[in-house]
């Protein structure tokens, strides 16, 4: 039996950890040292979130040492992305250009051709997912609309209704009536 006495104050505090929290990891941990608190036994406790008796021992020594902040899950850092910084003013204009303007026959990029393309035009080997990334934190999307409704230019359009109402009655330029 592992237990551990805590001040009513903290107990409290964790107490309403556990119920507020949404995070599941948070959550078992919490329950691992209030279930100890209690006096519930090692195999007891190991059971109630579905983790090992060793797994109960290593969160209560890491909560007797560091408290609540070394219950918190940390994010694991992950491997670095393979895509330059330097890279990103290339990449955006690659993207607004269009795969058309790097000689490929496409209307619009998809992460894996862009992938592909970094491959063979800089030598820099990423996936699909780390290009996806990696244009999310550069604020662009590789959808390009491949049309436009753009207002006219009303100068030229009042320039043009005269011709256009002359189309209409059949007596356009070049016409001839005889």
């Known amino acids: 039996m592992i237990r551990i006495q805590l001040p009513p104050a903290e107990a ?3 107490e309403a950890l556990f119920r507020s929290t949404t995070d599941r990891k948070l959550r078992d941990r919490v329950q691992i040292v209030l279930m100890a608190h209690r006096g ?9 979130p579905g983790v090992d008796r060793r797994t109960v021992t290593r969160w209560l020594n890491t ?8 219950l918190r899950p940390k994010k694991s850092k992950g491997k670095s992305g393979h895509i330059p910084a330097a890279l990103a003013d290339e990449v ?3 993207v607004l250009t269009g795969p058309a303007e790097q000689g490929l026959d ?9 992938a592909d393309h970094l491959l063979k035009t800089k030598g820099v080997r990423t996936s ?4 996806q990334r990696f244009c999310s934190k550069i604020d662009i999307r590789l959808y390009r609309p491949t049309y436009h409704h753009e207002r ?8 043009a209704r005269p011709e256009i109402a002359e189309l209409g009655n059949g007596q356009g330029p070049g016409s001839s009536s005889s």
Do not use: F, M
């Not at 519930?40 to 109630?48: E, L, N, P, S, V």
């Open 12 to 14: 409290e505090h964790l």
């Open 128 to 131: 699909r997912s780390a290009v």
């Open 40 to 48: 519930r036994a090692r195999q007891d406790i190991a059971t109630a």
């Open 63 to 70: 909560y007797c040492a560091n408290g609540l902040s070394g």
């Open 92 to 94: 955006k204009t690659w």
């Open 152 to 159: 006219g230019d009303p100068v030229q359009q009042a320039k």
């Open 106 to 114: 496409r209307a619009n990029w998809t992460h894996a051709e862009l």
